[in-house]
């Protein structure tokens, strides 16, 4: 019989990290010296509250057993009690489900409001794993470009244009990954205001909360009325380290918490019982470990921008979160292409900006997450002496 | 603004698990001793192989990170070969992808290969999960019930009724969830071609594969010609005892798999790490762990079968498969009532066969997975003064 799969998604494309991967190992191998700017993950292993509480937990016999389908409720109490204080707004552990990871808050999120022929409005550049998540699910993911390419901070009148009357949903990521831009508070209220009163359903992906350099992180929960359309997700992977551990979590009245538990009873019952009993050390013990971590990031963020500054064709202005320098190079009309080229000559890992969508293109996404500072200067160095050829 | 969740999420109805457990514990905490026979769960924890493989891998940084988007690659492997020893056919681990257990492998399933609107067939009564998990896709759970009430074994006569030309998918569970019975292989095998020769997808849901208790089980995957159109799924919660660590398998042809690898990115990235970890020294080192509890197992559907045998208005043959009780209740109309009434009066925790479908209706599901042999007597006992009132 022909193949079976469905044709939505034969038409989805993994991102390159696999490809690019693979061919650094290949490099590796062969004895040359890789830099991988590639990895959206932080370099910093769990907080030691947490390794001891899975120490412990793996002598109780409750960590083999079902948890709960919404997550152990001492987690989800400790957890509201963290972001009410965070948004300064009314949350209890009934607005919150723990997941299996960011991205696995997100398919509940869509699986529970949004429908197939749905148009699920994304601004672009977008994470890439949203936009195959709403294909998957058999809806429309709609790009709306960031007009600013400087700041790359969405506002309403990115987003208005491209609004229709199947709009379901719009899809923030704040701060960004790519681009590890915030979204302004005020234009942030805006959107959920007129998303609100249009019936739709603002998703803001929240997963470097805990990665915002200057000011503070604005959540799309802070609002007085988030409970009518807002729904956060958010990761234990990054604030704690906790990437192999898949856990994380959905914040969202009550009312929609209940019928998302439907799904996530089918999709996966629980969460994993022993990273949720390290997650709930975490909150309660070291809610603000990456914190710590600031500094350290802001200097490799700065060798970043100094490394950038001398070569003549790359423009980057830093953002204030996250972990990503998106920086444009002039003259790039296919990144993937460039990255490939900058894996086989300069041996570094970067990532295509067309990885994150049309608006995407011409840039290249460079974390500062994983890479220390001397392997940072270095690979800006690289850089430079590639685009000097 | 109206509640922007799905139809057909506020459609779908949660199995009763969670109501009967809360009503359970307040049970419990008035000091009555309450008897669960409604977990589908094993008694045994997980084997040590894999404990000492959890304690070990705490220490190293790689239980931290991502692991690949397929899994493992050394469980994949390692899987493969096991599953290719069990089915007698070639299988890679290219054929093998890593999941967060059965209902995910499922949902992975379903989202590569179903489109909404599709109809999926369920001979009933049914996995609940199965059935909650077609709706949310957006397709359309079409239940075939069993004609033989007394074996339960699914016949591809049960399912020629029901087959459109929309159907895209034909669901097993073999052995059955909620009847313990397993498949015929003929009758497997005539399923699985005819199925083919429509252009039809058979998902095998063999989560209790290691639960069979007379002759061997039969996979989907023993069949010649099984990359065409079988997809297995299968878990580490029930063999080894490892329900809250959320990993199990998909089983299909790598093309298959190549799609739902993309899925698997959006959804969750990978299984988690340690849990992989975890199975793989218990897929290497104690694949036929789960085989030494059959005895017991097989006393205590002894139990069960002799103690219904007692009450007059309770019909069982019992099944070779699983860890399940189906037992009809003549004059049984409303199972969720009677349900409701055996934990109050009775204190025992059943399942009522109508959380299977329609063909569920007039029956209960008890457990002895989890209840002990002395409580498997008492329980009995307790069901036979209720149904003597």
Redesign the interface.
């Given at each position: 019989?022909?193949?079976?799969?469905?044709a939505?998604?034969?038409d989805?494309?993994?991102?390159p990290f696999?490809p690019l991967n693979r061919r650094a190992a290949e490099l590796r191998a062969q004895g040359h010296r890789v830099i991988s700017l590639g990895q959206a993950?932080p370099y910093f292993?769990?907080p030691e509250a947490a390794?001891q509480a899975?120490?412990t937990a793996?002598d109780a016999?409750?960590?083999?057993?079902?948890?709960?389908?919404p997550g152990l409720p001492t987690l989800r109490t400790a957890l509201a009690e963290r972001l009410a204080a965070m948004a300064g707004t009314r949350i209890v552990n009934d607005d919150v489900i723990i997941t299996?990871?960011a991205?696995?808050a997100f398919?509940l999120a869509l699986?529970?409001?949004?429908?197939?022929?749905d148009e699920v409005i994304l601004p672009g550049p977008y994470f890439?794993?949203?936009q195959?998540?709403v294909r998957?699910q058999?809806a429309i993911a709609v790009e709306a470009p960031v007009a600013d390419r400087e700041s790359f901070s969405v506002r309403w009148s990115d987003i208005q244009p491209y609004l229709s009357l199947w709009t379901?949903a719009i899809v923030l990521c704040n701060p960004s990954n790519p681009t590890g831009a915030p979204i302004d508070p005020a234009e942030g209220a805006r959107i959920v205001k007129e998303a609100?009163a249009r019936?739709i359903?603002v998703i803001s992906d929240e997963t470097y909360m805990h990665f915002v350099y200057e000011g503070a992180h604005w959540s799309a929960a802070s609002l007085r009325a988030w409970r009518?359309?807002v729904v956060v997700i958010g990761t234990f992977s990054k604030s704690f380290?906790?990437?192999?551990?898949?856990v994380g979590f959905l914040l969202a009245d009550a009312?929609?918490c209940e019928?998302a538990?439907?799904?996530q009873?089918?999709?996966?019952?629980?969460?994993?019982?022993?990273?949720q009993i390290m997650a709930e050390a975490a909150v309660r013990e070291s809610w603000n470990y990456p914190a710590s971590f600031h500094d350290e990031l802001r200097t490799r963020r700065r060798i970043l921008a100094d490394g950038l500054s001398k070569i003549p064709c790359a423009r980057w202005t830093p953002t204030s979160g996250g972990m990503f320098t998106f920086v444009q190079i002039d003259g790039c009309t296919d990144s993937t292409q460039l990255s490939n080229e900058l894996l086989d000559v300069a041996h570094l890992v970067t990532i295509p900006g067309a990885a994150f969508g049309q608006s995407g293109e011409g840039f290249l996404r460079l974390s500062y997450g994983y890479a220390g500072a001397a392997e940072l200067v270095e690979a800006t160095e690289r850089l430079r002496q590639f685009f000097a050829r």
């Open positions: 019989m022909p193949s079976p799969t469905r939505v998604i034969q989805i494309v993994l991102p696999d993950v292993p769990p390794m899975a120490r793996l016999p409750d960590v083999h057993r079902y948890a709960t389908d299996a990871g991205n696995h398919t699986a529970t409001l949004v429908d197939p022929g890439t794993n949203h195959m998540a998957r058999g379901k609100a019936g359903v009518e359309n380290g906790m990437m192999g551990w898949r009312a929609i019928q538990i439907k799904v009873d089918e999709m996966i019952i629980c969460a994993p019982a022993i990273s």
